[in-house]
C-alpha cells in the first residue's frame, strides 16, 4: 500500500536528489503522469524521460543537477526540478537569484530544440519549467501554485503560450493540509506528501493521501525504500553536512564583513571628528552586547 510507518525516519521527498529518484523509477511513470497533469492542467497520457544522469554513489559529490527533464505526448518539453535549501539572495525578499535560474533553465531547455529541418518557429515543442521550492518565494499571494507566461505588460493579452514558468510554494500547505483528501486536487496531495511525508506529526494526514491514489502508493514504497537505503542515508547526510557548511561559512563571512565595516567607522569617526570610542559607538548605535568586543578589538590595534 506505499503507507509510511509512523516509526519510521523517513528521507523527505522535498529534498532534490529524493525527488528525482521517486519520478524517474520506471514504476513511478503513471505518478509523474499524474504530477504534471496536475500542474500544467492538462490530461497527459505519456512522457518519456530525458535523464540528466545521476551523479555516481559517491557520498562526496556536491555538484550534481537533480531535475527531471521529460517529454510528453503532445512533444511539449518538461523539467520539473526540487529547490530545497534556500539560495544566497539579497536581502530585499524578491528571490530574483531563484527566479532567474529558473527562467535559465525554461529558455536553455527551450532554445536546446534541434533546429534541423525547422522552417517556422511556430512550430516549436512547448517548454515547461516547473519548480518544487521548500520555502516561500511570493509571500502576497495565498495560492501556492504561481504559474507566468508571456503577456502584455498592460493588456495582459497573451503573446505566446510557448514556454511557462510554474513556481509551486510548499511551505504554504497549512491550510491545504487540513482539507479532507476528498477535496483535494492531484496536485494537493502531491504537494502534501512531497512536504510533509518525513514529519511524524503529519504521518496520518500524508497516509490518508497516499492511501487514496495508487500511484502515491507507488511514491510510498519508492521514499521507503530509499529511507531505508544505507547508501542513499550516507549521501543524504554528506550532502545536508555540506549545506550547512556552506551556510556557516557564508554568514560567518557576512559577519565578519559587517563587524569590520563597524570597527573602521569607529576609527573613521575618532580620527575625524576626534571623538572617543564610546561616543563612536552611540553614534553608530551599536548594540550594548557588541560594545565590548569592539572595544577589546580597537585597544587590541592601538
Excluded at 495565498?142 to 503577456?151: A, E, K, Q, T, W
Amino acid at each position: 500500500m506505499g503507507l509510511l510507518p509512523i516509526d519510521l525516519d523517513i528521507l523527505p521527498p522535498s529534498d532534490d536528489r529524493v525527488f528525482k529518484l521517486i519520478l524517474t523509477s520506471p514504476e513511478a511513470k503513471p505518478g509523474l503522469i499524474s504530477l504534471i497533469s496536475s500542474t500544467i492542467g492538462r490530461n497527459v497520457v505519456d512522457v518519456v524521460l530525458h535523464p540528466n544522469e545521476l551523479a555516481p554513489g559517491d557520498t562526496e559529490e556536491k555538484a550534481e543537477r537533480f531535475d527531471v527533464n521529460c517529454k510528453i505526448d503532445d512533444g511539449s518539453q518538461i523539467n520539473l526540478e526540487m529547490q530545497a535549501s534556500h539560495m544566497v539572495e539579497d536581502l530585499d525578499g524578491q528571490h530574483r537569484n531563484l527566479k532567474g535560474k529558473s527562467i535559465y533553465y525554461l529558455t536553455d531547455l527551450h532554445s536546446s530544440q534541434s533546429a534541423k529541418g525547422l522552417r517556422r518557429y511556430d512550430r516549436l515543442a512547448r517548454s515547461y519549467q516547473i519548480t518544487f521550492c521548500s520555502y516561500t518565494i511570493f509571500p502576497g499571494t495565498p495560492d501556492y501554485m504561481n504559474s507566468f507566461s508571456l503577456r502584455h505588460d498592460t493588456t495582459g493579452e497573451q503573446l505566446s503560450d510557448a514556454i511557462s514558468l510554474t513556481f509551486v510554494e510548499l511551505s504554504k500547505l497549512s491550510e491545504i493540509v487540513k482539507k479532507p483528501v476528498g477535496e483535494m486536487t492531484a496536485l494537493d496531495k502531491w504537494s502534501v506528501f512531497f512536504q510533509y511525508a518525513p514529519d511524524p506529526n503529519y504521518r496520518e494526514a500524508v497516509n490518508k493521501v497516499i492511501e487514496s491514489e495508487e500511484v502515491l502508493q507507488v511514491a510510498g514504497e519508492l521514499l521507503m525504500s530509499i529511507s531505508q537505503n544505507e547508501q542513499e542515508r550516507a549521501i543524504f547526510r554528506s550532502r545536508k553536512k555540506f549545506q550547512t557548511d556552506l551556510q556557516s561559512d557564508l554568514a560567518t563571512a557576512e559577519d565578519r564583513g559587517r563587524a569590520e565595516g563597524i570597527l573602521m567607522s569607529i576609527q573613521n569617526l575618532m580620527d575625524g571628528m576626534g571623538l572617543t570610542i564610546e561616543q563612536a559607538m552611540n553614534i553608530l548605535k551599536v548594540s550594548e552586547e557588541d560594545r565590548s568586543k569592539y572595544r577589546s578589538i580597537m585597544e587590541s590595534q592601538s
